[in-house]
């Protein structure tokens, strides 16, 4: 994976281009797991992956007995009582969150490149999640994943780039949730967000350039 850097011919657009559908390839869990917050997420929150679409598909915090669930958004979903004892570690298990999804804690901190927290992962962690919990965090996570975005070629191109794909639903929740700016280049009718984003252990800063009157991507970066 490597980062865009700013500037050079990449960056010279008109804001008439062309916008293409992307019907592209699923992402490759191997390569790491996307994941930008909301702001409404809290900082200590642990992401929950579900191995079905290879993507964050929310997270879930925990204190002082209480375990709150929220989605991409920010939204909380579920707040249910755990007990007070956190379950031992134990790196070959598998959990699986409300019989669905099973992340092994090696694999969580391979893919995420963070510390897991006990609570999140390890025996006994399998009933912290309720059913009806999961089905809405998938119901957000699909409803990001199968928004209509379109794409100028040069986007376009970046999608089918492994080194530079960026997932349509993290696209989707960094204009949904990120700084929204003027586009660099004064191009009238264009702009441009700016979200922190982690994969595969490093942080970045993604960039989206969009023409909004039709939902067409001109240009996305991510950078160190």
């Known amino acids: 994976m490597q980062s865009v850097a700013e500037g050079g011919p990449e960056r010279l657009y008109t804001g008439f281009e062309e916008g293409l559908p992307y019907a592209g390839p699923q992402p490759d869990l191997n390569q790491g797991v996307f994941e930008v917050r909301a702001g409404a997420v809290p900082a200590d929150a642990v992401p929950i992956v579900d191995e ?3 993507a964050v598909i929310g997270f879930r915090s925990s204190g002082r007995g209480i375990t709150r669930v929220f989605d991409l958004d920010g939204t909380l979903v579920s707040i249910d009582e755990v007990g007070l004892q956190s379950p031992a570690i134990d790196p070959i298990d598998l959990i699986t969150i409300g019989g669905v999804v099973a992340v092994s804690v090696r694999k969580a901190v391979q893919l995420l490149g963070r510390t897991v927290s006990a609570q999140a992962v390890g025996k006994g962690a399998a009933g912290l999640l309720r059913q009806e919990a999961l089905q809405t965090l998938r119901a957000v996570f699909r409803s990001s994943a199968t928004t209509q975005l379109r794409f ?27 700084r ?17 984003m982690r994969c595969a252990g490093k942080s970045y800063e993604l960039e989206v350039l969009i023409r909004e009157s039709d939902n067409t991507i001109v240009h996305f970066s991510y950078k160190g």
């Open 180 to 196: 929204r700016s003027p586009d660099p280049q004064n191009v009238p009718g264009l702009s441009m967000y700016r979200i922190p």
């Open 152 to 178: 100028s070629r040069a986007a376009l191109k970046h999608m089918r780039n492994p080194d530079r794909h960026v997932p349509v639903h993290i696209l989707r929740l960094a204009i949904r949730h990120g």
């Open 52 to 54: 079905d679409v290879a």
